[in-house]
């Protein structure tokens, strides 16, 4: 399987967004749509910072 897991990036750690993301698209005014393998969508504002393919892993910075 090619699914991840995004993670918020944040001053103490990371926050689990959602696990089995399986699409990720850019929106509008700095938005990201976290898509996971059962059609569950996320919106979030923010910027990837790494996305890491062999440990399954996304990092994404607030922009709030």
Known sequence: MCEA????VKADGEE??????????????GTLTL??????RKEVKGTVKVL???EH???IESKA
């Open 5 to 8: 897991s995004a993670y918020l």
């Open 16 to 29: 689990l967004l959602m696990e089995g993301v399986e699409l990720l698209e850019k929106g509008k005014n």
């Open 35 to 40: 898509v996971d393998l059962f059609g569950e």
């Open 52 to 54: 890491s393919l062999v």
């Open 57 to 59: 892993k996304i990092l």
